[in-house]
């Protein structure tokens, strides 16, 4: 008689597996007619319209994944406003080219050898971007006149062959 019992619960529960894994991915009927409406893919119009978009987005995702900056803007314990920024990950084959403030008021770009002399020998004006300690520190110094000032941190990557890759972020000075 357990036996029997046995046999009838294994298989009901076969038959509920079967159903339940069956309906997996139905669509489920309309609750109108009762019967399956068809699954349409909708298409994205503006993509559709215009497939450079595309191109152009997964260009910029790509590019995102390739370089990785870390901005601090946590008050230091020194003389004078500025910024940190850590290069964590840049592009295979490239290095760091120039770094550059961009806003309304303001465009001040550094080369690579300029960031370098501007910590050794000061920052022309006050405003400006430096490099120090064997290249392990890289930051931003500006005067108290920028502080609040809106604008973008851009840095240039090129490659051997003067290939550019660019890397941005919008900031609000401290």
Same mark, same amino acid.
């Given at each position: 008689?357990?036996?029997?019992?046995?046999?009838?619960? %294994? *298989?009901?529960?076969?038959?509920?597996? $079967?159903?339940? #894994?069956?309906?997996?991915? /139905?669509?489920?009927?309309?609750?109108?007619?009762?019967?399956?409406?068809?699954?349409?893919?909708?298409?994205?119009?503006?993509?559709?319209?215009?497939?450079?978009?595309?191109?152009?987005?997964?260009?910029?995702?790509?590019?995102?994944?390739?370089?990785?900056?870390?901005?601090?803007?946590?008050?230091?314990?020194?003389?004078?406003?500025?910024?940190?920024?850590?290069?964590?990950?840049?592009?295979?084959?490239? %290095? *760091?080219?120039?770094?550059?403030?961009? $806003?309304?008021? #303001?465009?001040?770009?550094? /080369?690579?050898?300029?960031?370098?002399?501007?910590?050794?020998?000061?920052?022309?004006?006050?405003?400006?971007?430096?490099?120090?300690?064997?290249?392990?520190?890289?930051?931003?110094?500006?005067?108290?006149?920028?502080?609040?000032?809106?604008?973008?941190?851009?840095?240039?990557?090129?490659?051997?062959?003067?290939?550019?890759?660019?890397?941005?972020?919008?900031?609000?000075?401290?």
């Amino acid at each position: 008689m357990n036996l029997k019992k046995n046999n009838m619960k %294994s *298989l009901l529960a076969v038959l509920v597996l $079967s159903l339940v #894994t069956s309906a997996c991915g /139905t669509p489920l009927p309309s609750e109108s007619t009762g019967q399956v409406s068809p699954q349409v893919p909708q298409e994205n119009k503006e993509n559709k319209e215009k497939p450079e978009n595309v191109a152009k987005d997964v260009a910029a995702e790509q590019q995102e994944k390739e370089i990785l900056v870390v901005v601090d803007q946590e008050p230091k314990p020194i003389e004078g406003n500025s910024f940190d920024f850590f290069i964590e990950q840049r592009p295979a084959g490239y %290095s *760091l080219a120039s770094m550059q403030w961009k $806003s309304e008021k #303001t465009d001040i770009v550094n /080369t690579i050898e300029q960031a370098i002399k501007n910590d050794t020998e000061g920052i022309p004006g006050g405003n400006g971007f430096y490099i120090s300690g064997n290249g392990q520190f890289t930051g931003f110094f500006y005067k108290d006149e920028l502080k609040g000032e809106k604008g973008k941190l851009i840095l240039v990557f090129k490659n051997e062959q003067g290939n550019e890759k660019t890397w941005e972020k919008e900031l609000t000075l401290k």
